[in-house]
């Protein structure tokens, strides 16, 4: 079954009639308000859970979006701004179906306080957790390391850490490289990369603990990428395999 056909029936409303739907201009407009609050809740809802990446906006490890870039999206940049506002308090508000959460915090992208939402569960979007611990101190991460292949040394040495082509994070792991050797992906890859967490949080470049998958995760900076600045050190792990009981 496509995607479409999956999807509620009141997304799949002729897109021409939506900013009359929504909008308390216009001829089509239901009788209660909770109608339009209903349309609107499950479109936000449908972005936020499952079509960020879809609609290039950035999301946070912990399911956080810029709200500006929500406003500014596809699916509501038809919607007058003190509308949009006031249906996002709406929608926000405690005791309501499926409603999402909302907070102010620091965004790299604009070197200030900045408004944040995100749907409360049932996301998509891989590698993604709600429980997501944010690190504001160095001391709560005393480590963080990125593991990759020699060949690929070379190119992250100039521009920096990438963020992964699945899910648009860069992944650290809190532990050694002879840890990460045995716990983590570090068998594939024999260079460690150790960020200076400090560094990194000073930069204003936010760091995710996710309490699930064991690891740290991060959009990186304005670029996507943590530099090579922010680099403590490299190491090259050998470990050596000796057998001591084969039988």
Not at 143 to 172: C, K
Request: aromatic content about 8%; proline content about 6%; some cysteine.
């Amino acid at each position: 079954m496509s995607l479409h056909r999956r999807l509620p029936y009141i997304l799949r409303i002729p897109r021409q009639y939506h900013r009359r739907f929504l909008s308390t201009e216009g001829t089509w407009n239901p009788e209660h308000d909770a109608a339009r609050y209903k349309f609107f809740s499950t479109r936000l809802n449908y972005l936020l859970r499952h079509a960020v990446v879809k609609e290039h906006l950035e999301i946070r490890p912990d399911g956080h979006v810029r709200l500006d870039d929500v406003r500014r999206s596809q699916l509501f940049r038809n919607i007058p701004s003190p509308e949009f506002d006031r249906m996002v308090q709406e929608v926000t508000t405690a005791g309501y179906y499926d409603r999402c959460q909302i907070k102010e915090d620091f965004d790299i992208r604009i070197g200030r306080e900045t408004t944040w939402i995100r749907a409360g569960e049932k996301h998509s979007i891989p590698s993604l957790e709600i429980n997501a611990q944010q690190i504001r101190s160095p001391k709560k991460l005393p480590m963080a390391v990125y593991s990759l292949d020699l060949q690929s040394w070379a190119h992250v040495a100039r521009r920096g850490i990438p963020q992964s082509e699945t899910d648009n994070f860069i992944h650290l792991i809190p532990t050694t490289p002879e840890e990460n050797y045995v716990q983590g992906p570090g068998a594939q890859f024999d260079v460690c990369i150790y960020i200076d967490v400090a560094k990194t949080l000073a930069a204003g470049i936010k760091l995710f603990r996710m309490p699930a998958a064991g690891c740290v995760l991060t959009n990186g900076n304005l670029d996507g990428v943590l530099p090579p600045a922010l680099f403590k050190k490299v190491v090259r792990v050998k470990l050596e395999r000796q057998t001591i009981l084969m039988q």
